[in-house]
C-alpha cells in the first residue's frame, strides 16, 4: 500500500501540489489526472525520491519513506520501477546495455550475466533483434517499449508509469494499456499511472485521482467519475475549451 | 549583494558535490576504458585549441619582453630562461585551465544539463547509477589525467613559439633561449599543483551547473554559460591563492 499525507511541494514561489493525501491499495491501478502543471508528475515522484516534499507524510508498504536519504531510496527503487514520459534510454548505450543498467547496479551482477539476462526482457517485448541497435536507431514506440522492459527487469511490485501513451500511435498505446492491467490481474503489480489519455484511463484505471489547484479534486472508480456533476471534471471528461479550468 | 549571495551559494553547491565525489571515489574506482576515454575525449577536444592559444599567446609574451630587454639592457639572450618559470608555473597552468574550462566544461555543463531536463538523471537514479558515481566521477579522472598533461603540452608550445619569434624579431640564437638556469623544481611543482587542481576542479564546477539546469533547452543554455563563467572565475581566483601560498613558502622571490 501507498499512503500520501498532506504532501506540499513549491518551487520557488510557485506551488504545485497544497495538502494532496491519498493511498493506493496492493494490486490496484491508480491513475493520477488533471491539466498540465497540475503537480501530476511531481506527486508520483515523491514516491521514489526523485522529489522531496516540503511537508507531509509518504508511507511505502507501511513503511515511513518521509526522511528517506538518497541510499535508502536506492533499496525502494528495487521494488518500485518507474517509466518515464520520454523513453529516458542512455544514448550512449545500446538498447540491451540500457535494460542491463538496472540488473548491474540493483543486483550487483556482472556485465556478462546482466546483458544475457537484458537480452532475455528483451525477446519477451519482441525487441531481441534490434538488442545492439542505439536508441537513436529506433523509433518512439520502440524506445518506450524497452524503457518499460528496462524498467520491468527487476520484476517489481509496484510500477510509477508518467504518460506511457503520450507519443504512441494507437495500436502502441493499447499495447500498453494491455500490459499495465495484465501486470496487475496477473502478478499484482500496483500502478500508479499520470495520463490524460481518456481511453486508456477509462479502459483500465480501477480507481481516479484528479488533481486541480494543488489539491484532490475528485477520487473515485471510472464509473464515478464519469457521472461527476463537478464542472472542472465535466470539462476534462468533454474537453470543452470554456470552463472553470484556467489555462 | 544577490550576486554575493549567489556566488556562495554556487560555491557551497560545488564544496557539497567535490564531497559527494571524493567519497564516491573512495567506494569504487570507475572502470578504467570509461576514465581513459573520458580523458582522451577531454585531450583530444583540447589539444589543438590550446596548441593555438598557448602557442600565440607565447610568442607574444616572448616578444614583448625581449622587446622591452632589448631597450633597457640591449641583450636578449636570457628571454628564454626567464620566460620559462612564468610560463611553467603561471601562464600554462592558467591558460590551459581557462581554455579547458571553456572547451570542456561547456561540453560536460550541456551533455548533463540536457541529461537532467529529459529525464535521463532521473532515469539513472531508478537503475541504482547515481549522477555523481556515473556521471561525475569519471569526467573528475578525466580531468585529473588530462589537464596536466595538456599544461605540459601548452606550456611547451608557448616557450617554443617564444624561441621562434625571438630568433626571427632579435635573432637570438636557439641554442641561447633553451636555458633552464632559472627554473626550478618549485616552479613545476606550483604549475603541476595548479593543473591538478584545475582538472578536479573544471569538471565538478560544470557538473554542478548541469545538475542544476531546469526547464528545457533555455535551462540548459543557462547552465552552459554558468559552467564557463563559474568554472573560468574559479581558475583565476585559485591561481592567485595558489600563488600567493607558494610565494610565501618559497620565502619569497629570491629562493
Known sequence: ?247 | MSALRFAWDEARGVARLLADTAQALLRARPPAAVVWAQAFDVGNRSVFFILVTLGFLGAILNFQTGFQAQRIFGDTSLIGAATLPILVRQLGPTLVGLMVAIRVGTGIAAEIGSMVVTEQVDALRMCGAGPVDYLVKPRVLAGLIAVPALWVIGTGAAWMAGLWVTHLAFQTNPATYVNLDLTRGADVAEGLFKAVVFGILIPVIAAHSGLQARGGSEGVGRATTQAVVSASLAVIVLDLLIGAVAFGLRGGAGA
Open chain 1, 1 to 247: 500500500m501507498i499512503e500520501f499525507e498532506d504532501i506540499h511541494k513549491a518551487f520557488g514561489a510557485q506551488k504545485v501540489l497544497d495538502g494532496v493525501s491519498l493511498t493506493v491499495s496492493q494490486g490496484r491501478i491508480v491513475y493520477i489526472i488533471g491539466k498540465s502543471g497540475a503537480g501530476k508528475s511531481v506527486l508520483v515522484k515523491h514516491l521514489v525520491g526523485l522529489v522531496r516534499q516540503d511537508s507531509g507524510r509518504i508511507r511505502f508498504e507501511g513503511e515511513d519513506i518521509t526522511h528517506f536519504t538518497e541510499r535508502d531510496f536506492f533499496g525502494l527503487r528495487r521494488r518500485c520501477a518507474m517509466v518515464f514520459q520520454h523513453s529516458t534510454l542512455f544514448d550512449s548505450m545500446t538498447l540491451v546495455e540500457n535494460v542491463a543498467l538496472p540488473i548491474r547496479r540493483h543486483l550487483g551482477a556482472t556485465q556478462r550475466e546482466a546483458l544475457e539476462q537484458a537480452r532475455e526482457k528483451l525477446a519477451l517485448v519482441d525487441m531481441a533483434a534490434l538488442s545492439d541497435r542505439l536508441p537513436a536507431e529506433v523509433g518512439d514506440g520502440l524506445r518506450k517499449r524497452v524503457a518499460i522492459a528496462r524498467a520491468l527487469t527487476l520484476t517489481p511490485r509496484y510500477m510509477v508509469f508518467d504518460e506511457p501513451t503520450t507519443g504512441l500511435d494507437p495500436v502502441n498505446a493499447v499495447r500498453v494499456d494491455r500490459l499495465i492491467r495484465d501486470l496487475s490481474d496477473r502478478t499484482g503489480v500496483t500502478s500508479v499511472v499520470v495520463s490524460h489519455d481518456l481511453r486508456s484511463i477509462f479502459g483500465v484505471a480501477d480507481r481516479i485521482v484528479m488533481l486541480y489547484q494543488g489539491r484532490v479534486l475528485l477520487d473515485g472508480t471510472p464509473a464515478e467519475f464519469r457521472t461527476s456533476h463537478d464542472p472542472v471534471v465535466r470539462q476534462f471528461v468533454t474537453g470543452a475549451v470554456e470552463g472553470p479550468m484556467a489555462l
